[in-house]
């Protein structure tokens, strides 16, 4: 057998769950593949690994809504190197601790910066386990993942010494110990003062040792900044495991994880756990229909909507970061959610799919607001991650409440957002009290912006991110509404009145002249600016990562409004048209010199950001839904493709994702606060949701095809359905939306 040969063998047999004719398919030709499929089998965790212009996907595999997540850590797809493997994720992109390195060097001082070449072809991406083939040392590396808990595999050529080099990824304290029975035990330092232990057993005994001042030595453990260790195997030796628990508590804890989940179980029976939680969640929306294409990139869709936000919880306590201390809980605690990103349609989702796992997410947010005083917007292991801006974490919270979410404490939510309401600072990527300019926009109702030119003055606005002024005043705006409309729902009419015209702050900025959202300066004066490339870089003077264009239409809490500051539906459908043919003025690398997360651009519209997730749907209220149909279909197919370069902009853990999921399957949620749902085209001709209370939500979308896309008639459970919207109780207790397609519109359709 030539050497060829023996390592594809090798590798087939040592991977579990693959056969060659789908290890084939994983590595190209997906639609060539024949047979009917399972839903986690159109999974490919690789789609998007190439980024349009920032931020690529990663091929994460964890648990869903876990704490333990792996990718291997290389630059993005197109990197035919690894650096080394993460024992966890920490933060969808805030980092990662505990590297591991196999190797077949002798360890030395260089080992751990040589970086590992692989083939891509013989790499395994499924959301529950990773292989790949190291070509220069001919190791095999396997991983997969418990809750708490990790486990790796290496196969090692023969006869040849062997070695696992540790590492970390913080600056900060950290430790590495070897002790009797091939146990490691390790400590890394997190965001200046998170400890994070580690508890791990090899399955061979090695010989360790460990860098100390920047000498190998034989010693067997090591502490300080930047702590390495390595351990050896016997040349015989032919596979090694690893398997680990992580514990953000405690070194006991890690241990306890470790005993509790993962000691007595092999790679295999992990594996398989993860292969069937996986399996769970996915077959809870069943599709018919389709290309295979569509079906790949919806499932993948789905998957990454898992990713965050993850529970820490361990054996029933959790470290909070947000007053630095262990707190024991009944419930699930959970960290890592980017609101700005997730409010629009990866919370709405959840409330559909699992609105029980998002009970407890809310609840955790108000523990937050409880231990540190502030309703969260960012909430990462370290606290609130001071990003972006606005606090829709507010829109979450009435839109569950409105949708029948009620296992959350929502009056200490509520308080929680009157506070951020009244006062809180609304400048970007800064948390805490209020200052001068937050003063401005609760006396004015608008936030101020400097001139072109003109020099900052308020010390407490971030160098970089600027005062974002429309986007703030916009943002803003919606945030309130959420806080008025809460208070009216829960009798508070004081607040209520308070609050409500707040919620209209976004007319302050509309210049009729201009037709656009423009800034203004602190005594009222209008600042004249180009709407496409003024503000900086990402425009962040005056909006944030988009232009005016993209901003807009960012009054999602008052559509009839915003339609009528342009002049009725008639101009509004114009100016949505012409947003999609709007030229740039210049070229393509000018642009994005300027705005390098405005991508997948339609004109001025930008698939690639959050802001503009929303926006084809619009055409639903104005009269026009065939438009809406139009463009959805347009979209999904030209910016969410089936490869590596199928994610239009940055994914944001489920952000983007979810918009995926929600438009491939034909329904919307335009406006989280309000719970409806608005239609636009299914891609599927049937989509079957199993819901948390028995009951089931059909779509059923009959001649839906690539060419048949335009709704001709609808009914809503047997009944003729004359509106492009239908409501969550109507979803949440089991209903049938029916839709008859065709391949040309029907411009009478849906426009009552």
């Excluded at 055409?619 to 239009?648: C, E, M, S, V």
């Amino acid at each position: 057998m030539n050497k060829v040969m023996w390592k594809l063998c090798s590798l087939l047999l040592l991977t579990p769950f693959v056969s060659l004719p789908g290890y084939a398919a994983t590595a190209a030709g997906h639609d060539s593949v024949p047979g009917p499929k399972q839903s986690i089998d159109l999974i490919d965790p690789t789609i998007g690994n190439v980024g349009q212009l920032l931020e690529p996907t990663r091929p994460t595999v964890q648990l869903p809504n876990q704490l333990i997540r792996f990718t291997p850590q290389r630059k993005d797809f197109m990197d035919d190197q690894i650096d080394n493997f993460p024992l966890t994720i920490v933060s969808h992109r805030l980092g990662q601790v505990f590297a591991l390195k196999p190797t077949l060097q002798t360890p030395s001082k260089q080992a751990w910066q040589a970086r590992m070449a692989y083939d891509h072809n013989l790499e395994v991406n499924k959301p529950w386990y990773y292989a790949t083939w190291l070509l220069d040392d001919e190791i095999n590396v396997e991983f997969t993942a418990g809750r708490k808990t990790g486990y790796y595999r290496f196969r090692f050529p023969q006869n040849k010494s062997k070695s696992l080099l540790l590492d970390v990824y913080n600056d900060g304290a950290s430790a590495f110990q070897f002790l009797p029975g091939n146990v490691l035990t390790g400590m890394e330092t997190y965001n200046g003062d998170i400890r994070i232990y580690l508890y791990g057993v090899f399955s061979e005994t090695g010989t360790p040792g460990v860098v100390e001042q920047d000498q190998l030595t034989n010693h067997t453990s090591v502490s300080g900044k930047g702590s390495k260790a390595w351990i050896t195997f016997p040349a015989a030796t032919k596979e090694v495991t690893f398997k680990y628990g992580i514990s953000y508590i405690s070194a006991e804890q890690a241990k306890k994880n470790y005993e509790t989940e993962i000691s007595k179980k092999d790679f295999d029976a992990v594996a398989a756990n993860g292969k069937k939680a996986w399996s769970e969640v996915m077959s809870q929306v069943q599709v018919k229909g389709g290309t295979l294409a569509q079906q790949r990139s919806f499932y993948t869709a789905l998957y990454r909507c898992y990713e965050r936000a993850v529970d820490i919880t361990e054996d029933g306590q959790y470290y909070s970061g947000f007053d630095k201390q262990v707190h024991r809980d009944s419930r699930p605690f959970y960290v890592d959610d980017w609101s700005w990103d997730t409010y629009l349609a990866l919370h709405p989702l959840r409330m559909i799919l699992n609105p029980a796992r998002e009970e407890d997410m809310l609840e955790s947010y108000v523990h937050m607001y409880k231990q540190s005083g502030w309703m969260p917007t960012f909430p990462v292991l370290f606290g609130d991650h001071a990003c972006m801006n606005g606090f829709h974490s507010s829109v979450v919270m009435l839109d569950a409440w409105r949708k029948g979410l009620k296992r959350f404490d929502i009056e200490k939510a509520y308080e929680g957002m009157r506070k951020n309401a009244t006062e809180a600072t609304m400048l970007p990527w800064r948390n805490g009290p209020k200052t001068v300019l937050d003063d401005v926009y609760r006396e004015k109702g608008y936030f101020p912006a400097l001139h072109k030119g003109e020099k900052e003055t308020v010390p407490e606005v971030h160098s970089f991110e600027k005062r974002q002024a429309v986007a703030v005043t916009l943002g803003g705006a919606y945030d309130d509404w959420a806080v008025a409309e809460l208070a009216g729902d829960l009798r508070k009419t004081g607040d209520q009145r308070l609050f409500a015209p707040r919620a209209k702050n976004y007319k302050n900025l509309w210049n009729a002249d201009k037709g656009f959202f423009l800034p203004k300066d602190d005594t009222g004066e209008w600042i004249d600016i180009n709407v496409k490339y003024d503000g900086g870089l990402g425009g962040r003077d005056y909006y944030d990562e988009n232009n005016g264009w993209t901003y807009l239409w960012q009054v999602q809490q008052d559509i009839p409004g915003l339609i009528g500051l342009m002049g009725g539906k008639q101009t509004f459908v114009n100016r949505l048209d012409q947003l999609f043919r709007e030229p740039l003025d210049m070229s393509r690398y000018t642009f994005w010199n300027k705005f390098p997360d405005a991508t997948g651009l339609v004109g001025q519209y930008s698939m690639g950001n959050e802001p503009s997730f929303h926006i084809p749907y619009l055409y639903n209220y104005a009269g026009a839904p065939w438009k809406t149909q139009q463009r959805i279909r347009f979209l999904l197919d030209a910016w969410f493709k089936d490869n590596i370069f199928g994610i239009p902009g940055d994914e944001d853990g489920g952000g983007m994702s979810a918009f995926v999921v929600f438009s491939s399957m034909g329904f919307y949620p335009v406006t989280p606060g309000i719970p409806e749902y608005t239609i636009g085209s299914p891609v599927f001709e049937k989509v079957s949701i199993a819901l948390p209370n028995k009951k089931q939500f059909t779509v059923i979308a009959h001649n839906s095809s690539v060419v048949n896309k335009y709704i001709q008639q609808a009914k809503f459970n047997g009944q003729p359905l004359n509106k492009p919207t239908f409501t969550h109780q109507q979803l949440v207790d089991g209903g049938t939306l029916e839709l008859f397609m065709g391949p040309k519109p029907n411009k009478s359709w849906g426009v009552q």
